[in-house]
């Protein structure tokens, strides 16, 4: 059975700072591409960052750029986001997504809320 399971979300003040992890089981993690998707309450989901399945690529939203840092393990299975700087229009649930790098598997985990809020 395949799990995505984060954890790091909370309330934070602008200007602060938060990690997520992503930790995956059921899936042969190093297969995979992982990604860090974003959803505002009212707005479709976005892609935050990704990074490939050797960890050697990375790719940030221009949004973020400069803030945020994917990062992964594979002999821990997980995946991080550290995101600092937060504004109040980075809050949101953030969903962990893993992509079979030479297969169509795709699975999200269920989400982190984050709520950056004075």
């Known amino acids: 059975q395949v799990q995505l399971v984060e954890s790091g979300g909370g309330l934070v003040q602008p200007g602060g700072s938060l990690r997520l992890s992503c930790a995956a089981s059921?899936?042969?993690?190093?297969?995979?591409?992982m990604s860090w998707y974003r959803q505002a309450p009212g707005k479709a989901r976005e892609l935050v960052a990704n990074i490939s399945s050797s960890g050697g690529t990375t790719n940030v939203a221009s949004v973020v750029k400069g803030r945020f840092t994917i990062s992964r393990d594979s002999a821990k299975s997980t995946l991080w986001l550290q995101m600092n700087s937060l504004k109040p229009e980075d809050t949101g649930m953030y969903y962990c997504n893993a992509r079979g790098d030479y297969t169509d598997l795709n699975y999200w985990g269920q989400g982190t809320q984050v709520t950056v809020s004075s």
């Open positions: 059921g899936i042969t993690f190093k297969l995979y591409v």
